[in-house]
């Protein structure tokens, strides 16, 4: 029998894929684990896109996935420090994925038995647009299931959702055999399992140019915006969502509504705060009962995360705000006076796709103008991806949808929500920054950086290296840098400064357990993010860490302390790409260039659930009203506030005009290519700028048409475009359209192969608020690209007049090492610049 360490990385969400484990021993460790066992297990770390899988040590000769037998065991995580394992002599079949989330048990293991009935799971049936009459829907929805099930008990059971209002489908506990059948009925478009999905996770208005001293002429019309958003729900006595300053009644076309639940009522809604559901089936057909603690089975958020999100599109202007003094200021939405809708779709963290195309269905029948989503999965198919397709429908209606991109950067091809119909979103940094210095006995000080709020009761404690005072006695000993739980010598932790490797694990809590005073961690990636922990910290480089790990070793009594963070705005730091922020190409459609576009998803503050952890410790026993976090999850909802800005002026816009208003009037970040290396395929079009975009002069419309025909370019059949689209008389062209042309504000040529000869087209749409206008194109071609537009001139004669361009790009040869080319087409009237961002790339260009 084989023995394996398997090192789990500090994060929020761990993922295992579990073949079999014979038995389990625990050391302690905090995300330790010593298996002793006789099958394989895989890991996929959250913010990951890549599995390691260990090989197999097994004393069960040859193994197949039908003929397993092994003792069943279960770990169970419990208040975030310690794996527990049991064993049972019941066997059952193998369990395959399991979301293992730091407040809650779950189970694992296996034993899988030759001849078991197959387990249904949950899976969606899309089946396109929505029908007009619920009710018959409902009843085909029924008869669908009737064709796979016995009896109408066996369906009621098995019914999870209906969605009826704006798409057509639901949601089923299924077999991998009865989903295969249902997929091949017709009027089926796809049948896809409820995968889970996560969440992405006052200053920065100000530095995208919405000061709270003018409301720029924003017009009274901003109160009747209404904004949805899909997360973790939302804590209602937040100032944030407070209806003070909002005299007018809640707009009349509203017709959602405030369920209750669990520590929740109607009550708790209010002018602001107009709607507030949850959407629990899918997640508890997974994962069983929600109950306590650390959720709450109602809107209300125990997370943080939806209150985060939400507050930053559309929260109330709160003056004072902070997180106990940092980043103090007022803390506001980007459109303040716009209202609010909660659809709760995450519990414990994870999201499942049936309770998000539930709460899709919902916002758009409700009457939302808005909907912002920072969750995300692993890009799939268009129509086998719950976002994409609650996405299409509420775009078909009117509605703006902007996702958040991910946080898997710095690698390209990691971005996700990549369908054209959405805005995707990437995170960028602002003009500000959280320092804590690092004093050595030696007098000298190093800049560190943290959000630490926590003051040091005494002028120096003890300064140790936790490689230096690791326990011999440990299996673990090894990993005593990382101060991993049991593995540094207790005594000389307590009452000290810690010096800690990061990467592995949770040193502040390890080191908090054993008595110790603070930590200063090492990180040899990334410290340009601030993160809080749940004891005195600060992050240094390794140049740094050098210099104090000298200082200790001179000495015989080396000190240090470490000082509360201060907020420093400076005008001089320049925007660059979060290193999280995941990167394009879109995997799906390379031809459409992802993300669009990025906002400030960098220490962020905005309002925070109080019964939640500021530092994700569950030791960490601090509350406030506010915190600050990073992550593509805060830069999603900057855009669906800044679309809402954009749309109180425009409420007549399509979704796909205020998305081009954003992008054409967006500043890209490439001015210094330092920070900003991997160009449009981090920040797309650039930078928001929420006031230029009022006023953008000329828009790349797009509507259902149009996506419909860039379908046919993806090889949907017309009868798949019907039941999507809703339009009955369609039929794809015999000449199938290119992806390229459909009418989208950015240009990516992808996977060119030896030379390139490719005219593209578009289509503009005369905004502006003068209806005789000139605009003439400039080109910036990408470099060794020639680069026609003809005409090179567009006449526009009235408001909202359609004229059309053909771009053509040449070149010989295109670089054959790792790059990519970027480039622009502006067309000016001398006042509006109009901006798509070329992104050009040979077919040899892959992960770097």
């Given amino acids: 029998m084989g023995t394996l360490i398997v090192i789990l990385r500090n994060t929020r969400r761990i993922v295992l894929g579990i073949e079999c484990i014979s038995s389990v021993h625990i050391y302690g460790v905090r995300f330790g684990i010593l298996l002793e066992r006789q099958c394989s297990l895989s890991i996929l770390l959250s913010g990951s896109n890549s599995t390691k899988i260990f090989p197999c040590v097994s004393d069960l000769g040859s193994y197949s996935n039908d003929s397993v037998a092994c003792q069943y065991c279960y770990l169970v995580l419990i208040q975030q420090r310690f794996f527990h394992a049991q064993q049972q002599d019941t066997s059952m079949a193998c369990i395959g994925k ?3 989330l730091m ?3 779950l189970v ?6 030759l001849g078991q009935s197959e387990k249904r799971k949950v899976h969606i049936v899309y089946m396109g647009n929505s029908l007009a009459n619920p009710e018959k829907a409902t009843s085909l929805y029924q008869k669908v299931l009737a064709k796979v099930l016995s009896g109408k008990e066996e369906v009621a059971r098995s019914m999870v959702y209906s969605y009826t209002a704006s798409f057509s489908g639901f949601a089923a506990e299924l077999s991998t055999t009865e989903a295969a059948s249902i ?11 409820s995968s889970v999905k996560k969440l992405h996770t006052t200053r920065s208005w100000d530095f995208l140019g919405l000061s709270t001293t003018s409301n720029h002429g924003l017009p009274t019309g901003g109160s009747n915006i209404i904004i949805g958003v899909l997360d973790s729900g939302v804590w209602p006595e937040s100032e944030s969502f407070s209806d003070k300053y909002l005299p007018d009644p809640i707009p009349s076309r509203w017709k959602g509504t405030c369920v209750s639940g669990d520590s929740f009522s109607s009550s708790n809604c209010n002018r602001k705060l107009i709607g507030a559901r949850m959407f629990p089936n899918g997640y508890e057909q997974n994962f069983g009962p929600i109950i306590g603690p650390g959720e709450y089975r109602s809107p209300r958020d125990a997370e943080g995360h939806g209150s985060h999100t939400a507050s930053t599109a559309g929260g109330s202007s709160v003056k004072h705000a902070s997180l106990f003094g940092l980043a103090e200021g007022t803390a506001r939405g980007g459109t303040p006076t716009a209202r609010i809708a909660a659809y709760k779709v995450c519990w414990f963290g994870s999201c499942t796709d049936a309770d998000i195309l539930a709460a899709f269905d919902e916002a758009v029948a409700d009457g939302v103008d808005l909907i912002s989503s920072s969750i995300g999965g692993s890009p799939q198919d268009y129509f086998s991806d719950s976002i994409a397709i609650g996405a299409f429908h509420a775009v078909q209606n009117g509605v703006f ?4 991109a991910g946080n898997s950067g710095p690698s390209v091809y990691t971005a996700t929500n990549v369908a054209p119909w959405l805005t995707t979103v990437a995170a960028s940094s602002i003009d500000r920054k959280f320092t804590s210095s690092i004093v050595l006995g030696n007098s000298l000080p190093y800049k560190g950086v943290a959000l630490n709020t926590i003051s040091l009761s005494n002028p120096w404690y003890p300064l140790v290296s936790g490689e230096a005072i690791r326990n011999a006695s440990s299996p673990l000993a090894n990993f005593s840098k990382y101060c991993y739980d049991g593995t540094m010598a207790l005594d000389k932790v307590k009452d000290s400064i810690v010096v800690c490797y990061g990467g592995v694990g949770a040193p502040d809590a390890t080191v908090l357990a054993a008595g110790g005073a603070g930590v200063i961690l090492v990180d040899s990636f990334d410290k340009s993010v601030g993160f809080a922990f749940s004891l005195p910290c600060s992050v240094v480089g390794t140049a740094d860490a050098k210099h104090i790990l000298k200082y200790i070793n ?8 470490i000082l509360p963070s201060i907020t420093t705005v400076d005008d001089s730091l320049v925007p660059q790409t979060a290193i999280f922020s995941s990167r394009g190409p879109n995997v799906i459609t390379p031809d459409i260039l992802k993300p669009d576009i990025t906002a400030p998803g960098v220490d962020i503050l905005a309002a925070w659930s109080p019964v939640s952890s500021i530092s994700g410790e569950s030791t960490d026993n601090r ?14 909802p900057h855009v669906t506030g800044a679309a809402a800005f954009v749309k109180s002026f425009h409420p007549e816009w399509s979704p796909a005009a205020i998305k081009s208003a954003l992008m054409t009037t967006a500043t890209p970040l490439d001015g210094d290519k330092r920070f900003n290396k991997d160009g449009p395929l981090g920040y797309g079009s650039g930078l928001i700028s929420p006031t230029k975009a009022t006023d953008p002069g000329l828009v790349y419309d797009a509507d259902t048409t149009d996506f419909s025909l860039f379908l046919c370019g993806l090889n949907y059949t017309s009868e798949q475009v019907q039941l999507i689209s809703g339009f009955s008389n369609f039929s794809c062209p015999e000449e199938v359209p290119s992806v390229i042309d459909l009418n989208y504000p950015s240009i990516a040529i992808a996977n060119v192969q030896g030379s390139l000869n490719k005219s593209i087209i578009r289509t503009l749409t005369n905004v502006g608020f003068s209806g005789n206008s000139t605009y003439t194109v400039h080109i910036q071609a990408p470099k060794g690209v020639s680069v026609t537009v003809s005409p090179s001139c567009l006449h526009f004669d009235a408001p909202y007049q359609r004229l059309s361009f053909h771009a053509n790009f040449q070149a010989n040869s295109l670089p054959s090492e790792q790059v990519y080319l970027s480039g622009a087409l502006t067309w000016t009237d001398g006042i509006h610049f109009v901006r798509s961002p070329v992104l050009i790339w040979p077919a040899s260009f892959t992960v770097q």
């Fill in 98 to 100: 399991w979301t293992l």
């Fill in 103 to 105: 407040s809650i048990a």
């Fill in 108 to 113: 694992c293991g296996c034993s899988a038995i």
């Fill in 183 to 193: 997929s091949k009925m017709p009027g089926v478009v796809s049948v896809f399992p």
């Fill in 401 to 404: 949808v902007s996702s958040s």
């Fill in 554 to 561: 001179s000495t015989s009594f080396p000190v240090a302390d």
């Fill in 623 to 636: 509350s406030t009203s506010f915190n600050i976090i990073s992550g593509t999850s805060m830069s999603c």
